[in-house]
């Protein structure tokens, strides 16, 4: 496996999100960047494990990986995910300085992510109308309601993944390739194709009001769940 092939696995498991991946490669040390949104540095924990594993199994050509992650605004690379070979001991830098270092050990059979201990939903926002966030609202149509339920059940892991892509998703939906995602999260955005344009309007206003403050829309929204 080369550095190649690398880049091909990440821009191949990230094709549904708007980044750019490019590695280089420096003596026996591969860098791996990808760009372009906030919060995926736990998510990148999750896959690196699994090109990781791919490469060990394969016979690593370098001693070091490192993948680092650059949001939309930022203008310094921040280091996510950091592998020795052979060893394949995989420490998770956070780009929070008050998380906490997550080390975890790949075993011969491919681990399962531990969850992101945190994600800012702050960060997003899917409408321009600003104003519609903190003031009360009639009750969202009963299949708006239920998207936003949705959303608010998936673990954290799921919500890193999906998050960053929804912005993209709802420009566009019935055009938006939903393949590359695990099939909860494509179910989800089935839902979302389902909606008419008046009830993606809504749903654009009560998700960024559910990345605002998701305790307070989630019980806003019971009325229309019942």
């Not at 990440?10 to 003596?27: A, C, M, P, Y």
């Not at 370098?62 to 592998?83: I, K, Y």
């Not at 966030?133 to 059940?153: R, W």
């Not at 993944?161 to 989800?188: C, G, M, T, V």
């Amino acid at each position: 496996m080369n550095a190649a092939d690398v880049q091909h696995l990440f821009e191949r498991e990230l094709s549904g999100i708007n980044v750019t991946v490019q590695t280089k490669q420096q003596d026996d040390h591969l860098h791996i960047l990808v760009a372009g949104q906030d919060a995926l540095a736990y998510y990148l924990k999750s896959f690196t494990q699994q090109v990781v594993s791919a490469i060990a199994d394969d016979g690593s050509p370098w001693e070091t990986l490192t993948v680092w992650t650059r949001g939309r605004e930022a203008t310094q690379s921040v280091m996510a995910v950091h592998v020795n070979f052979p060893e394949v001991g995989i420490e998770v830098v956070s780009p929070e300085p008050e998380l906490p270092i997550v080390t975890a050990k790949v075993e011969p059979e491919l681990a399962e992510a531990n969850d992101p201990v945190n994600i800012d939903l702050s960060q997003y926002c899917f409408t321009r109308n600003t104003m519609l966030l903190d003031h009360a609202l009639a009750q969202p149509p009963a299949a708006v309601a239920a998207i936003v339920q949705l959303l608010h059940e998936l673990d954290l892991a799921s919500k890193a993944k999906l998050l960053p892509a929804i912005a993209s998703f709802l420009e566009n939906p019935q055009r938006f390739d939903i393949e590359p995602f695990p099939p909860h999260i494509q179910e989800w955005f089935k839902s979302v194709q389902n909606l008419d344009a008046r009830q993606r309007k809504s749903l654009e206003i009560w998700l960024s009001r559910y990345c605002r403050n998701p305790e307070n829309t989630i019980a806003e929204i019971q009325p229309s769940l019942t």
